[in-house]
T-cell receptor, first 112, second 113 residues
């Protein structure tokens, strides 16, 4: 079946550091890939998405590229801010769009 | 304001006492879904609904029921809650199927003693 594996946290960085959160997946067909972010006490919000191979999703300085050859969708940001502290979830939605699988989540702490 | 609402936000109950968590969206979305979030496991899909009167099981449906009688509402029903259903629950909805991105409610924290 489909699955998503993302790096365990927590990840602790200083402000302005470079961020990478790794995400790999297994899936049949052509899934869509997502990064969602969860701030403390809130629901999840879509951060970015990619719907086909080689697509790059980007938003708020975050980027991720849909790599079919390595089955990966790593999240990157060049310079993190304290306000980026949150839990980040990688997810895939299967072809047809009805079932979604989430990774376990990676907690990010950014220190001033 | 476009949103997904859930009620209640917090609930403490006892084993076996039936409960319903409501979910409503005002975006005219056809697709809705329920998830539970547990530490170290991320979110796991309980049930989803493609449209009114059309529902199907996700990965962890045991112990839960849903119904979709109106497009905007998708309640989650626990007929006989047990302590292993203590969790944080999220409802989500999604616009037409070619985008697949989901809009999440604020969550319902359920404790079953």
């Amino acid at each position: 079946g489909n699955s998503v594996t993302q790096m365990e946290g927590p990840v602790t960085l200083s402000e302005e550091a470079f961020l990478t959160i790794n995400c790999t997946y297994t899936a049949t067909g052509y899934p869509s890939l997502f990064w969602y972010v969860q701030y403390p006490g809130e629901g999840l919000q879509l951060l970015l998405k990619a719907t086909k191979a080689d697509d790059k999703g980007s938003n708020k300085g975050f980027e991720a590229t849909y790599r079919k050859e390595t089955t990966s969708f790593h999240l990157e940001k060049g310079s993190v801010q304290v306000s980026d502290s949150a839990v980040y979830f990688c997810a895939l939605t299967n072809t047809g769009g009805f079932k979604t699988i989430f990774g376990a989540g990676t907690r990010l702490f950014v220190k001033a | 304001e476009a949103q997904v609402t859930q009620n209640p936000r917090y609930l403490i109950t006892v084993t076996g006492k039936k409960l319903t968590v409501t979910c409503s969206q005002n975006m005219n979305h056809e697709y809705m879904s329920w998830y539970r979030q547990d530490p170290g496991l991320g979110l796991r899909q309980i049930y989803y609904s493609m449209n009114v009167e059309v529902t199907d099981k996700g990965d962890v449906p045991e112990g839960y029921k849903v119904s979709r009688k109106e497009k905007r509402n998708f309640p989650l029903i626990l007929e006989s809650p047990s302590p292993n259903q203590t969790s944080l629950y999220f409802c989500a909805s999604s616009p037409p199927r070619d985008t697949y991105e989901q809009y999440f409610g604020p969550g319902t924290r359920l404790t079953v003693t």
